[in-house]
């Protein structure tokens, strides 16, 4: 058995080829453990002599006065409620900010059996710190397994304040139940100034008044945290639902571009292929020409012109056939890159810095230079308004062709990268398809792309090719 470091807040535990992998927002995590700090130290702030609870309750028994002793009971249960809240919120905050997966599978419920741990660890801490002993009864265990069923019911499109009011709603119910006396032959308000209350009660009959109401705030807060379920568990159905017709809805969308993009390839095709047979008969008729040619400035012309429509010829013929690839040093493929931006709005923001000038690749030319150009297109995007850098950086590292686009542009947000590279999913007003398309052009030319971002910090594209020998 052995822990792995993943990331400061990732841990792994394998055991017997199960693994068991835990997560914790650190941030959730560190509001928490100030909030549970709060609640060890809550008794030093609030307790029954600043709330002047004694003073009531003595009060209420020198004047034989009922609505004193509610007035008390009233008190106890809001300085109760008050002093329990930090704690039991840092406990459920815990529990919302750990993620358990047990070979693969994630299992919510056990988020909430953290509550279940940290709770009796608070009262241990409070007793050894204050000597004061907060009873570990029904009213908090009936509040430790909401925060349990909470968690098992995986209410994750929820928010967190909605949630918590559920907690406090249940809080303040179950207090009022160490109020009523009937209970305490069930271990209900143990407490020290709970058994005082009742005592006070039966001494100047106000038991049936402090029962009648104690038994009544805990229906209304009880009836109105459980309504308050029932909301937000519809509401967690719906924003479920309505994320599965989000996904459908996109995958139909990509299902419609693919066949967009079929149709219009086809028709792509055809037009290219058109375009072939007049310039055969230009490249027939200009050898004809300059055979007959005997002025040798025209000959060098027409032997320019003859060029030019070969140069022309394999560029169509590579965006015919996509699979039709040559050699060419990374510098030859680059210039022509830049030439075909030199005139775009990114072009001054833009640094090249090539240390593999000389080195060869096999690419189809003009669709790894459209890739190359969508890139920096999305590096412009992402800038403030235009104003940045894009950094365009070749080097050959361990036999390979490293080519790095990197930008100091908006960046990309952690639960964003995932799907960017896919079809139909855009963060600006363009069709989405840009990262998807340079994917699938250096995935066809046997490379791979690794796509690395901060947040308001910038985006780092690397491509990785097989650099190949002129022999080859």
């Known amino acids: ?7 400061n807040d990732k841990r792994k535990l394998i055991r017997g080829g199960i693994e068991v992998k835990i997560e914790i927002e650190k941030k959730k995590l560190m509001i928490a453990g100030i909030l549970i700090l ?27 006065d009922q609505g004193l002793l509610m007035l008390g009971a009233i008190r106890l249960v809001l300085l109760n409620g008050i002093r329990g809240l930090p704690h039991y919120l840092g406990a459920f905050i815990i529990a919302e900010s750990t993620e358990i997966k047990i070979s693969g599978k994630s299992l919510p419920h056990l988020r909430g059996l953290i ?61 009022w139940l160490d109020i009523i006396p009937q209970l305490s ?15 006070i009660a039966s001494l100047i009959g106000g038991i049936e008044i402090l029962t009648i109401s104690a038994s009544m705030f805990f229906i209304l807060f009880t009836f109105n945290a459980l309504i308050f379920i029932k909301l937000i568990a519809d509401e967690n159905k719906i924003l479920v639902a309505n994320e599965k017709n989000i996904r459908i809805e996109r995958e139909l969308y990509e299902s419609r571009m693919n066949a967009l993009q079929a149709r219009n390839y086809i028709e792509f095709k055809h037009l290219v292929h058109d375009l072939k047979t007049p310039l055969t008969s230009m490249q ?19 032997l320019r012109i003859e060029k030019s429509i070969d140069n022309l010829s394999e560029m169509i013929s590579e965006m015919l056939y996509e699979d039709k690839k040559n050699m060419v040093t990374t510098e030859e493929l680059f210039t022509y890159i830049l030439s075909q931006i030199s005139h775009l709005d990114l072009a001054p923001n833009l640094n090249y810095n090539n240390k593999a000038k000389s080195s060869y690749i096999n690419v189809n030319k003009i669709r790894f230079s ?49 799907k960017v590279t ?49 022999d080859e």
Do not use: C, W
Request: glycine share 8%; aromatic share 10%.
């Open 422 to 470: 896919k079809i139909g999913y855009s963060k600006s007003k363009s069709t989405g398809l840009g990262l998807s398309f340079i994917e699938d052009v250096v995935e066809s030319h046997g490379g791979r792309m690794k796509l690395e971002s901060e947040y308001k910090v910038g985006t780092n594209l690397k491509i990785i090719l097989a650099r190949v020998d002129m």
């Open 1 to 7: 058995m052995f822990f792995r470091k993943i990331t």
């Open 115 to 175: 509550a279940l741990v940290i709770i009796p660890l608070v009262y241990a801490a409070i007793y050894l710190i204050h000597g004061i002993r907060y009873d570990l009864g029904v009213p908090a265990f009936i509040v430790i397994f909401a925060i349990i069923y909470i968690e098992k019911k995986d209410y994750t499109k929820i928010s967190f304040l909605k949630k918590s009011t559920v907690i406090i709603l249940l809080l303040l119910g179950a207090q």
């Open 370 to 418: 459209r890739a190359i150009i969508n890139a920096l297109d999305n590096s412009y995007n992402a800038l403030d308004q235009g104003k940045g850098e894009i950094n365009i950086d070749i080097d050959l590292r361990d036999g390979e062709i490293v080519i790095e686009i990197s930008d100091n542009g908006i960046g990309i947000r952690e639960d964003f990268l995932e």
């Open 185 to 199: 032959i069930f271990k209900f308000g143990r407490g020290e100034t709970s058994r005082d209350i009742k005592a």
């Open 38 to 64: 709060f609640g060890i130290t809550g008794p030093l702030f609030v307790n029954v002599y600043n709330f002047k609870i004694y003073e009531l309750l003595y009060e209420s028994l020198d004047k034989n």
């Open 284 to 302: 027939a008729l200009v050898s004809v020409v300059r055979l007959m040619e005997t002025n040798d400035k025209k000959q060098d012309y027409l």
